[in-house]
């Protein structure tokens, strides 16, 4: 499979930070630097993971990579000039609503503080946040699952509420993108989310089944416009701390489910007692029109996508 290459020129960064590189982001951001010409490519990247790469580095990054093993919920200890820097680095526990969780994100970013201000010339960050922070609509509300969200959002907006005095403080340029919910290939190999469960699910035993709300509305931005929309941010005249980086098309959960069930030939399973739901929806247009980006590839498009078995999709 071949990725989009949008018109980007990267060309002005140094040398690019990212953290976090194992993940869906980071996977998809790697790909569309990748997808680059040789021309257009940083001078320069970092790449940050907790336990090495696991996945093979394209070859026309080998030369001006370098992969660094690093727990950042402690000290970050980098001996590296950076000119940017996308912070992807998420808190490594198994339940993100979890009070351990929290902790850990904040040691993260206080951590990232204090690197910063080491230099001399401080570079410019991308923090990637959550979508949750510019508010999600409970469906058939549970007092303990929204008491669980609410924390975690607040976790989130003091995040960004720090890195904001830091940047005010220490004198670096800051963009925060509040990310919500994508598709596209390497989320296959990521649990925890809908899209993936049931492609999963559906290809290993044609039986769906769904354990949340049905009415639970979500949207599905690719992984080719997600990261092109964080890079061009990432090189914009304008740092912008309020983007909203998702799609805005709206699909519900049955409507996902009943999709890939017809695709798939798979039969569908409703739990009687579903785990609450809620909408969770950007307004992006702001940013759309801000950084010049479009959606691009619909939800149901990305769906076909994924469903190609790994082996053909990368001939």
Partial sequence: MHTICFMLDLSAINSLL???????????????????????????????????????????????????????????????????????AADGSKSPYSPEASKNFSSIVNNLVSWISTFQDPPRVFHASSGACSGYIPINVDKEFSNLKNNFVQN?????????????????????????????????????????????????????????????VRSYLHQESLANWLLTSLVSQNAFTDLQIGSSQPVTIRELAEFIAESTSSELNYASD??????????????????GVIEGKGWKTAVLEMLIPENEGHQ
């Fill in 18 to 88: 990212i953290t976090g590189t194992n993940g869906f982001v980071g996977r998809s951001l790697i790909d569309q630097i990748a997808s680059l010409s040789r021309d257009s490519l940083p001078g320069r990247l970092i790449l940050l993971t907790r336990h090495g790469l696991e996945f093979d580095l394209p070859a026309n990054l080998w030369e001006i990579s370098t992969v660094l093993e690093r727990d950042l919920t402690k000290d970050w200890m980098l001996n590296q000039e950076v000119s940017h820097l996308i912070n992807l």
């Fill in 156 to 216: 989130r907006l003091q995040a960004e509420l720090d890195l904001k005095r830091a940047s005010e403080n220490i004198g670096f340029e800051l963009s925060i993108g509040r990310l919500f919910s994508f598709s596209g290939t390497h989320l296959i190999s990521k649990n925890h989310y809908a899209i993936s469960n049931f492609i999963n699910a559906a290809k290993k035993s044609r039986l769906i089944n769904v354990t949340g709300d049905p009415n639970t």
């Fill in 274 to 291: 579903p785990i609450p739901g809620d909408i969770y929806l950007p307004d992006n247009q702001e940013t759309q029109d801000r950084l």
